[in-house]
T-cell receptor, first 115, second 107 residues
Framework: DSGVTQTPKHLITATGQRVTLRCSPR?????VYWYQQSLDQGLQFLIQ???????AKGNILERFSAQQFPDLHSELNLSSLELGDSALYFC??????????????FGAGSRLTVL | GQQVMQIPQYQHVQEGEDFTTYCNSS?????IQWYKQRPGGHPVFLIQ?????EVKKQKRLTFQFGEAKKNSSLHITATQTTDVGTYFC???????FGTGTRLKILA
């Protein structure tokens, strides 16, 4: 157990639907990152939050949105789902923003299948 | 923007052979990190390199940071089946992960 909790572990839904993925960071970590990993592909950065504020945004689709709540948990919302959105979505957390301390702890991921 | 490329994309080796993956950045990096993702698993932090020319070892794994701090390598000596997985490098801004090198071991 890495300390980063992601739910649900698996999700199967239909095209056009909307889903929410949840992430609880490791205790003490203020920063949360979301990544998408398609089958046998690399890690595509989606978005980063630090202490409730959006800090960086990657190539995140307009159909996707995220937020970090006061208790530091984060949610990634995916809407108008398409077949190509099927992927493993990872959440990672880190202590703070300074480069030297920015080691990421990843959750086990949420596997989304869009049919 | 910053780009981090890794080569090779795939590597199949016989058990007991050595393995090396290379990470190259388009810009100078203040530090570089390496992560390992086992099949079906999530990325796990291995090590961070900060100094120019730095070399760190973890048992059979040797990590090196280039003198210009634009490239890095991970070398595994005498691979074992437990080394199977994908190895990623990442720059200081975690927006960019390397493309990854998938290591498969032929027993």
């Amino acid at each position: 157990d890495s300390g980063v909790t992601q739910t649900p572990k698996h999700l199967i839904t239909a095209t056009g639907q909307r889903v929410t993925l949840r992430c609880s960071p490791r205790s003490g970590d203020l920063s949360v990152y979301w990544y998408q990993q398609s089958l046998d592909q690399g890690l595509q950065f989606l978005i980063q939050y630090y202490n409730g504020e959006e800090r960086a945004k990657g190539n995140i689709l307009e159909r996707f949105s995220a937020q970090q709540f006061p208790d530091l948990h984060s949610e990634l919302n995916l809407s108008s789902l398409e077949l190509g959105d099927s992927a493993l979505y990872f959440c990672a957390s880190s202590v703070d923003l300074s480069s030297g301390a920015n080691v990421l702890t990843f959750g086990a991921g949420s596997r989304l299948t869009v049919l | 923007g910053q780009q981090v490329m890794q080569i090779p994309q795939y590597q199949h080796v016989q058990e007991g052979e050595d393995f090396t993956t290379y990470c190259n950045s388009s810009t100078t990096l203040s530090n570089i990190q390496w992560y390992k993702q086992r099949p079906g698993g999530h990325p796990v932090f291995l090590i961070q390199l900060v100094k120019s020319g730095e070399v760190k070892k973890q048992k059979r794994l040797t990590f090196q940071f280039g003198e210009a701090k634009k490239n890095s390598s991970l070398h595994i000596t005498a691979t074992q089946t437990t080394d199977v997985g994908t190895y990623f490098c990442a720059g200081p801004e975690k927006y960019i992960f390397g493309t990854g090198t998938r290591l498969k071991i032929l027993a």
